[in-house]
């Protein structure tokens, strides 16, 4: 009897595992860990929404199986919110399917889209799924930069000249995580163009949609006249409406990769928990003041820790969009890489942070830091911070307090 699985052996500790384990150590010790390491919303969903799922759950029919692909309702709510938000049509019956989150929806569709030996082009640095959702799936991953300039468009080109097999798809996420980086329109109309002349699916993760800084609405690739020919987008009620535990995404577009999403569903599992899909709609259906609302307090947030990080001596660039940073290592502590430095903050400053590393080679010299909690916390962690670089020698500007 073999011990070692194929797809085990295909997937690498997951480093920021380890920076994951030390927290919760440190917090079973009693210790005040601030937090800055998971997306974890700290914040409750509207009270309307809340009260839908207790009023559903209230109903005896309510607790049988649900439907794989969503209930009629739901993914009739998400083509509306295309239409308010993007202008996009969405046929609720074939362009539009509910996943248990955006991560589930990308997993399950390279299940469904991927045969072992294929190439899928994906960013380094990007959040796990886009890269290990396909190694799971028996794919061979090449590396694409996340930062959309000329050099991205370049290491396309070169993957489709020299690449054997030629990839057959491609991932993009922007707003990105774990970079914060964004894209406007005219990104995405190039993009669809190098997809219909090169054959590729692209797969685009668009979570952090409402999440967007300085007037700058993120667009959707299926803004793009012709994109359904090749794309499919993911989204997510987790950090729209702090619905992160309830497992609600979606994943909307090509009619050929939405049907092979829903297949394969139909064998994974019943859908999410009716109560639950009820409330979502009317997360998507009624008062949308809570989209504003979280995304003045994450811009209030990522104005507080830029300010206050940067008088304890870490220059943060101000992230565009996403409830995250990517900060790169203070430049006297940068051979320490990132993992050693998140496992020392933890340990000397009490502040969690995640590795770069963890998201790929391509992050290391950097730590996402996560923008989930309150201001008063983020500045007790400007302090910290302060504390421990100037233990290791770093020196931190002369006035001001942190």
């Not at 509910?98 to 299940?111: D, N, P, Q, R, Y």
């Not at 300039?149 to 396309?156: A, C, G, I, K, T």
């Not at 794309?231 to 987790?238: D, G, P, Q, R, Y």
Request: glycine share 8%; net charge neutral; proline share 8%.
């Amino acid at each position: 009897m073999s011990e070692e699985f194929y797809r085990m052996k295909r997937l690498p500790p997951y480093v920021i595992a380890e920076v994951n384990a030390m927290r919760a150590a440190a917090r079973a010790a009693g210790e005040d860990i601030i937090d800055l390491g998971m997306g974890n919303p700290d914040l409750p969903p509207p009270d309307h929404v809340i009260a839908k799922l207790c009023e559903v759950a209230q109903k005896p029919s309510a607790h049988g199986y649900s439907q794989s692909m969503g209930i009629p309702g739901l993914r009739k709510a998400q083509a509306n919110y295309y239409g308010r938000r993007f202008g996009v049509d969405l046929d609720p019956e074939t362009e539009v399917v509910v996943t248990m989150g955006s991560k589930e929806g990308l997993a399950s569709l390279a299940t469904a889209i991927t045969a072992p030996g294929d190439v899928v082009l994906a960013p380094n640095p990007s959040y796990p799924i886009h890269m290990f959702g396909f190694i799971i799936a028996g794919a061979t991953i090449r590396s694409v930069p996340t930062t959309p300039d000329e050099h991205y468009w370049q290491s396309l080109e070169r993957a489709m000249a020299f690449t054997v097999p030629r990839p057959s798809i491609l991932v993009v996420g922007y707003p990105s995580n774990p970079t914060a980086e964004t894209v406007d329109l005219a990104f995405y109309e190039r993009l669809v163009a190098w997809a219909k002349e090169n054959q590729v699916w692209v797969l685009s993760d668009l979570a952090y949609s409402e999440l967007y800084y300085d007037g700058n609405p993120t667009p959707s690739i299926l803004q793009v006249p012709g994109a359904k020919d090749v794309a499919v987008e993911f989204t997510s009620l987790s950090k729209t409406y702090s619905m992160a535990g309830w497992r609600i995404g979606f994943a909307v577009g090509n009619k050929k990769l939405i049907a092979a999403l829903k297949r394969v569903k139909s064998y994974l599992d019943y859908g999410a928990f009716t109560p639950i899909q009820a409330a979502a709609c009317a997360a998507l259906n009624g008062p949308q003041d809570i989209v504003q609302k979280n995304r003045e307090l994450y811009h209030k947030r990522r104005d507080v820790m830029v300010e206050a990080f940067g008088r304890a001596g870490w220059d943060i660039p101000a992230p565009k969009a996403s409830m995250f940073a990517w900060a790169p290592l203070p430049p006297a502590l940068k051979e320490m890489g990132s993992l050693e430095f998140s496992k020392q903050l933890l340990t000397h400053a009490k502040v969690a942070v995640a590795p770069g590393v963890g998201y790929g080679e391509d992050g290391e010299g950097y730590v996402r830091i996560a923008m989930v909690e309150n201001e008063q916390r983020l500045r007790q962690a400007a302090r910290n911070v302060k504390q421990y670089l100037k233990s290791m020698g770093v020196n931190t500007p002369a006035k001001g307090a942190a």
